[in-house]
């Protein structure tokens, strides 16, 4: 007789076996499950409690191993999603580094300038006060009218003087202090590109750690699914896509629920990485959106798929390899339409604040959807309408179009 066990511990076991293969994502190693033997699914058929038993747990073990990929490439689009925040925040760093850097030597400019000015009016004072003109008033007699005009002359080209000393004074203060900003930008520009690189090695690691577990799936799925067969006498492909197209069905299912009138708008809190975000939560998504414009649906989505079969890589932004949010921004980009920067957190705050989020029950072809909660969303795809999406997914997985998967849980419409 097989060792039967109840379900959920298969379940539980399953996701240990490939959590064990993706320690570097961070989780603790479980043991490794105990899969049914060819000799085990043998002796299961010769009993029908026994086989339907056995059927059971297969499904469980099916099932705890997409579970546990599941997790492992959801972590991979997390961490891939930090580091995109980490170079937007590191490349603004550098763009104010840039700015402050140029004022900085306009000031000095200036400075320099006013010190120049102030030289050469404290030379003339000098030439000045070298006729002692209140000596030459004392023994003038009739030229002293001349005189007393000389010595106003003489006193407002001092006070003069002491302006522009001032002014010069002052504008080199501004330069000193913007070239001290400068420097403090610099600084914070060096430390975020540390950030960025830290985030990059994180995100990698994860993305190891991703393709580990999927590898881990398929291979242990490709025999569980023969077995699955042999105990149903049917074949391992039927078994697969029975299961692909219940999955693909409860994400329908999530996605329709989630699409109800009833259902809250997402509520998430700032944006990391900024972007049209603010402290109270991103905006409500419009109750009358404006239908998408078709012409630049169509751009966006035909430039797109012109990219399907190319890889993915973190930070890709073409022209031949892509993620998630590089493929978006370049598709709408193609229409005349900015989205936001190379993050889905900033494309959904960058849309959101123009009015243009709109709720998961009003998508339409074109819309874009994200996935993600807590004010962060770690991927985005364009809607094509009919249940499927057009997306760069993950490390091992092209662009590609594809049903909708997991839960997206907001949307926006880039073209309304």
Known sequence: MSRVKPATVFSTVAVGAVTASVVAAGGPAMAEPDYPSWSEIEQAKTNEATKQAEIARVGDLLAGLQQA????????????????????????????????????????????????????????????????????????????????????????????????????????????????????????????????EAKATEANAAAEAAMSAVAVQEQRSAELYAQLATLKDTTAELERERVEGQARAAAAAALQEATRPSSPAPGPGPA???????????????????????????????????????????????????????????????????????????????????????????VQRGDLLFWGSGGSYYHVAIYLGGGRILEAPDYGKPVREWPIWGSPSAAARPAG
Request: charged letters at 20%; proline letters at 4%; hydrophobic letters at 40%.
């Open 272 to 362: 990391p990485g900024g972007g049209g975000g603010g402290g109270g939560g991103a905006p409500a998504p419009n109750p009358d959106p404006a239908p998408p414009n078709a012409s630049a649906v169509e751009t966006a989505i035909w430039f797109a798929s012109q990219q399907l079969g190319e890889r993915y890589g973190l930070g890709g932004a073409g022209p031949d390899v892509w993620d998630c949010s590089g493929l978006t921004r370049a598709a709408y980009a193609a229409a005349g339409i900015g989205i936001g920067t190379h993050s889905a957190t900033n494309q959904y705050y960058t849309l959101a604040g123009r009015g243009k989020a709109v709720s998961l029950g009003n």
């Open 69 to 196: 990929a599941d997790v492992a490439v959801q972590a991979s689009q997390m961490a891939a999603e930090s580091y995109r925040i980490a170079v937007d925040e590191r490349d603004r760093a550098a763009e104010r580094e840039r700015t402050i850097g140029q004022q900085a030597d306009e000031a000095d400019a200036v400075a320099e300038i006013s010190k120049m000015r102030a030289g050469l009016l404290a030379a003339h004072l000098a030439k000045t006060a070298g006729n002692d003109l209140t000596s030459e008033l004392v023994f003038s007699g009739e030229n002293a009218d001349g005189l007393l005009k000389q010595l106003g002359m003489a006193s407002k080209l001092g006070e003069q003087a002491q302006a522009v000393y001032e002014q010069a004074i002052a504008d080199r203060n501004t330069a000193d202090a913007l070239r001290a900003q400068a420097a403090t930008a610099a600084a914070e520009r060096t430390r975020l590109a540390a950030l960025a």
